[in-house]
Every structure is written in structure tokens, then in C-alpha cells.
């Protein structure tokens, strides 16, 4: 008995593993142009710096080798951005996750992307004070896939109201409500409920009851794990998960997660 569940668990952690490389191999194009383009600007000006020490133009040079750190920095942040794809979760006592921090991670590991498919981020102020009881690193995994699914549907529902103009031939009708998640926060007395909303493609109620079971997927390419993974995360630490559609079109998704009690 002990070792199928030493079997199950190891199988659990390799699902894990999988679904959050998936999200990874998903968003690899927009990766690849954020550290693109730096690298390309750090080649421009090393050779420029090269040509302007012949020059003995050291002046430059300098001004030139400070922008170059500078963008090394750059791809040193987004690449320590995307371990939180990568990194093993230690089980400890007790977790400490800063939900503004968390949320900051996550959007930023996404933000080439919703920028490149116009995408309005609705985010309102998070307080550094709010400290909820979950493992950081799971956390942003979470909010990472949410996001995610919500800029899929979006692009899903931007090329199906595309087709519907193109086959209905309307060429002056009422442009759509732009494309945008919001994510919003509310404290209870002992939780924090976060709420990650999306105008997207949304999903019939026959789909939405097992949204949640593993390897369901709308997508294609999809493993069908994401979610599933995502409410085990939550369930693992006393929280809850649900989703339902937004009128007129979208998605809500709601997390409760209890807030961390640092005197317990």
C-alpha cells in the first residue's frame, strides 16, 4: 500500500511538472521576443563601443557599458521570472505568500503577452501588507495559469466575433468590448478572496461543471491538466476554487485562501 502511494504521488509531482512546462512551452514565442530584444541592443552597443574606443571616444564608451548592464539586468529579471516554473516546492510548516508580490509575478511573466494581443489589464492597487498562507512559488503558478487561460479565451473570442463580422458582412457594426482581465481582491474575516475575471469566449454550463476535472481540456493542444492542478494547489492549503460565466461573455474565477496568522 505504502508504495502505490509513494507511486501516486511521484506520479502527481511529474503531472505537475508537465502541465507548468506546457504553460512555459505556451508563452516560449513571447519569451524569446522579450529577451530578443535586449540581446539584440546589447550587440549594438558593444560594437558600437568598439568602433568609439578607436575613437578614443572613452566617454561614450562608458555611457555605453552603463545601458549594457542595464539591459543585462533586464534579461537577468525575466528570466528569474519564469523559475517559477521550474522550482520544486519544499513542504514546510507554514507558508507565507505576499499577495502583492504574487500578483506582480505573475502579471509580469505575462505582460509581453497581453500587450501583444491588446489585452487591458484591469489591476487595482494591492496593499504589501496582506500576507495570505500559501506556498509563493504555488501561488503564482495559480495565478499564472489562470491568467493564461483568460488571454486564450480572449484570443479565442476576438477571432470568432472576426468571423461572425466576415460572414454576416457588417462592416459598420459596434465594436466590441476591448479585450480585459481584471483581477481583484477582497479580505473576510480570516481569507482573502481573489477574483480573476476575463471578457473572453466564456463556456457553456454543461462544460463549466467539469472545468475542473483532470484532462479536460477546450483546447486543441491542451493537457487538461492546468485547473486541475491549480484547485489540488488551493484544496492543499484549506482553500477553495470556483468558477463561473460572466454575462455577457467571460469567465470568474474566485479564490479563498486563508490569510496567514503569523502569531499561530
Known sequence: YQASQLKLKQ???????????????ELSASINHEINQPLAALRTYSENSLKLL???????????????????????????RLKVFTRKVTKQEHHVANLHQAVNNATSILSALMIKQGITLRLGTVPDEINIAIHPTELEQVLVNLIHNATQALQQHVLEQKILQEQQNLENVDQQASPQIGIEWQLHHNSCQLIIWDNGIGMPDDKLEQLFNPFFTTKPEGLGLGLSISKRIIEAYHGTISANRLEPSGMVFSLNIPLYNDKG
Not at 15 to 21: D, Y
Not at 54 to 80: F, P, Q
Open 11 to 25: 506520479t502527481e509531482q511529474e503531472l505537475t511538472q508537465t502541465a507548468k512546462l506546457a504553460v512555459l512551452g
Open 54 to 80: 578607436e575613437m578614443e571616444r572613452t566617454d561614450l564608451v562608458k555611457s555605453n557599458l552603463e545601458k549594457m548592464i542595464g539591459l543585462n539586468n533586464t534579461i537577468t529579471d525575466i528570466i528569474a
